[in-house]
């Protein structure tokens, strides 16, 4: 049965999220909390997860940190003058394999 890495953003006004779920078959199972940026690092909090997971290769592990900096790049770069739903639209656009959740 095949295992998936799942990225879920919580898109939000003032700070964006990351947890990290798996995948089996048709289910999903939570690996992570929430990692909230920019209150703390969630990159460094993240990267000190996948590290203490033997399982987890490191190419999976450089994917994902890869594509949580992007996503937080995106955020940090977005014009607050539109509204978030064409920012998430956006992002799912350009990452298609992450879950955006947001306002």
Not at 41 to 70: G, P
Not at 85 to 99: A, G, M, V, Y
Request: charge should be negative; include cysteine.
């Amino acid at each position: 049965m095949k295992k998936e890495l799942i990225l879920k953003f919580l898109w939000l006004e003032k700070s964006i999220a990351v947890c990290l779920d798996q995948k089996v078959g048709d289910s999903i199972t939570p690996l992570t909390e929430f990692f909230f940026w920019p209150q703390k690092d969630a990159w460094e909090e993240m990267k000190n997860f996948l590290e203490s997971q033997s399982w987890i290769t490191q190419s999976d592990s450089v994917n994902l940190l890869n594509n949580i900096t992007e996503v937080i790049n995106f955020w940090q770069e977005r014009d607050t003058n539109v509204i978030d739903r064409k920012h998430i639209s956006n992002l799912r656009e350009k990452f298609p394999d992450i879950i955006v959740i947001g306002q």
